[in-house]
């Protein structure tokens, strides 16, 4: 127990607590002040809650001696003491409070266009964050970053994404980013069961560099973008006039030989790519008229926007994009029939997953899961196949680069448990 009385045996014991190897108050991570304040003392020190008080005055009579007023605040500050209360009611509540607070902290990094951070973190992630937020950190007491100031948040992010992209002595000279997305894909390429490490495998080497974007990826996507434009009329029954399903029909040899489509459902390439279009808000639909959004403005400008974002769609989430990683894998290789795509597919969904019932997936079902990325697949032009009877398919040039930029965004994406 802490006695209340006794302020250098706290000091000593705090110091002891957040600087066991040593150092002076002054080096302090702010985020390491908030951590105490908000979580360790609350849940880890031993002491009554009465005895909060004269803690956090002993720590913030430390942190002022050092010169760190505004890190002092922190522990004595209204958000600190609503947390403590918080925890005093139930962990639940501690937990949310303290959550609540560390995101809405000035040193705690945002999430950027470059990267979002994990809840789970390998080493080099970890290192990163908590050097990313001592340099927020600094560009607060220096005054180049204001709370609440004109442009703060835009200011931060740039500030950060900036240094996330410098070369760092604590990554051995490579960029913060770099590290961290080469410590998520070897965590992506090592994870269980074997059937998905072997897959994983195959593909590793081929993400550490960004693909580039070729001009006319997702074509048909872009001419589905390009001919909405401004809007278009619905019929309806909300689909896309027939003038543009019999355009999309003969542009792409999307229906049967000498005839004519009657609706867009005559025409389920265009369907998909109507469909996901309107899912990835590059369409929107009011009343009866179809029109582009300026987010689909700003993908027709930019083709790896574009290219990620189809790339995205094509794979989707869940069981299907783990499926889809490892078709893509397969077809990486060259060209397949659909029935050797199925097997390499099923080796992993046999392993990896279960039906609602328990019972392990028959190829069937596996086949029925791989349609479901097969289709859009073909629509975005991203999948070929050699005849009508679609005996074997592969990876158009396209689809190489969309399936490169999945599969490395995957690999890249935030951990949400250690093996992922």
Request: aromatic share 6%; with cysteine; hydrophobic share 45%.
């Given at each position: 127990?802490?006695?209340?009385?006794?302020?250098?045996?706290?000091?000593?014991?705090?110091?002891?607590?957040?600087?066991?190897?040593?150092?002076?108050?002054?080096?302090?991570?702010?985020?390491?002040?908030?951590?105490?304040?908000?979580?360790?003392?609350?849940?880890?020190?031993?002491?009554?809650?009465?005895?909060?008080?004269?803690i956090?005055?002993?720590?913030?009579?430390?942190?002022?001696?050092?010169?760190?007023?505004?890190?002092?605040?922190?522990?004595?500050?209204?958000?600190?003491?609503?947390?403590?209360?918080?925890?005093?009611?139930?962990?639940?509540?501690?937990?949310?409070?303290?959550?609540?607070a560390?995101?809405?902290?000035?040193?705690?990094?945002?999430?950027?266009?470059?990267?979002?951070?994990?809840?789970?973190?390998?080493?080099?992630e970890?290192?990163?964050?908590?050097?990313?937020?001592?340099?927020?950190?600094?560009?607060?007491?220096d005054?180049?970053?204001?709370?609440?100031?004109?442009?703060?948040?835009?200011?931060?992010?740039?500030?950060?994404?900036?240094?996330?992209?410098?070369?760092?002595?604590?990554?051995?000279?490579?960029?913060?980013?770099n590290?961290?997305?080469?410590?998520?894909?070897?965590?992506?390429?090592?994870?269980?069961?074997?059937?998905?490490?072997?897959?994983?495998?195959?593909?590793?080497?081929?993400?550490?560099?960004?693909?580039?974007?070729?001009?006319?990826?997702?074509?048909?996507?872009?001419?589905?973008?390009?001919s909405?434009?401004?809007?278009?009329?619905?019929?309806?029954?909300?689909?896309?006039?027939?003038?543009?399903?019999?355009?999309?029909?003969?542009?792409y040899?999307?229906?049967?030989?000498?005839?004519?489509?009657?609706?867009?459902?005559?025409?389920?390439?265009?369907?998909?790519?109507?469909?996901?279009?309107?899912?990835?808000?590059?369409?929107?639909?009011?009343?009866?008229?179809?029109?582009?959004?300026?987010?689909?403005?700003?993908h027709?400008?930019?083709?790896?926007?574009l290219?990620?974002?189809?790339?995205?769609?094509?794979?989707?989430?869940?069981?299907?994009?783990?499926?889809?990683?490892?078709?893509?894998?397969?077809?990486?290789?060259?060209?397949?029939?659909?029935?050797?795509?199925?097997?390499?597919?099923?080796?992993?969904?046999?392993?990896?997953?279960t039906?609602?019932d328990?019972?392990?997936?028959?190829?069937?079902?596996?086949?029925?899961?791989?349609?479901?990325?097969?289709?859009?697949?073909?629509?975005?032009?991203?999948?070929?196949?050699?005849?009508?009877?679609?005996?074997?398919?592969?990876?158009?040039?396209?689809?190489?680069?969309?399936?490169?930029?999945?599969?490395?965004?995957?690999?890249?994406?935030?951990?949400?448990?250690?093996?992922?």
């Open positions: 127990m802490t006695r209340a009385d006794d302020s250098s045996e706290v000091r000593d014991r705090l110091l002891g607590w957040l600087l066991p190897d040593g150092g002076p108050a002054g080096s302090l991570a702010q985020e390491d002040v908030e951590r105490f304040c908000w979580y360790e003392l609350p849940v880890k020190w031993m002491a009554e809650p009465a005895e909060y008080p004269h956090l005055t002993a720590l913030a009579e430390l942190l002022q001696d050092a010169d760190r007023p505004r890190t002092a605040a922190v522990c004595t500050s209204k958000v600190t003491r609503e947390i403590l209360d918080a925890w005093q009611h139930s962990p639940d509540q501690g937990r949310a409070a303290y959550r609540r560390v995101d809405a902290s000035p040193v705690t990094p945002p999430d950027t266009a470059l990267l979002t951070w994990g809840p789970v973190m390998g080493i080099d970890a290192v990163a964050r908590s050097n990313a937020s001592r340099l927020l950190e600094q560009a607060l007491d005054g180049a970053l204001m709370p609440g100031a004109r442009g703060y948040a835009a200011a931060r992010i740039k500030r950060l994404e900036r240094w996330l992209t410098t070369p760092h002595p604590a990554h051995d000279g490579r960029t913060p980013l590290a961290v997305h080469s410590e998520r894909r070897r965590t992506w390429a090592e994870a269980p069961p074997a059937a998905r490490r072997r897959l994983r495998g195959t593909v590793t080497d081929l993400l550490s560099v960004a693909p580039e974007a070729p001009a006319d990826t997702a074509e048909p996507l872009r001419w589905l973008l390009e909405v434009g401004d809007g278009v009329t619905l019929t309806q029954a909300g689909y896309l006039p027939r003038a543009l399903v019999i355009e999309a029909a003969e542009r040899d999307w229906y049967l030989p000498g005839m004519v489509p009657r609706t867009e459902y005559d025409v389920v390439r265009l369907a998909e790519l109507h469909e996901l279009a309107r899912a990835a808000r590059l369409l929107a639909k009011r009343h009866r008229k179809l029109a582009l959004t300026a987010r689909g403005r700003q027709l400008a930019d083709p790896a926007l290219q990620a974002t189809a790339a995205h769609a094509w794979f989707g989430d869940g069981v299907r994009a783990e499926l889809a990683e490892a078709a893509a894998a397969a077809l990486l290789d060259g060209e397949l029939t659909l029935d050797d795509v199925t097997a390499a597919v099923h080796t992993l969904a046999a392993e990896a997953f039906l609602a328990g019972s392990a997936p028959r190829p069937d079902d596996t086949r029925h899961f791989l349609w479901q990325w097969l289709r859009p697949g073909e629509a975005l032009g991203f999948l070929a196949y050699r005849d009508r009877r679609r005996s074997t398919l592969s990876l158009t040039p396209t689809g190489r680069a969309a399936a490169l930029t999945a599969l490395r965004a995957r690999a890249h994406a935030p951990r949400t448990a250690p093996w992922a």
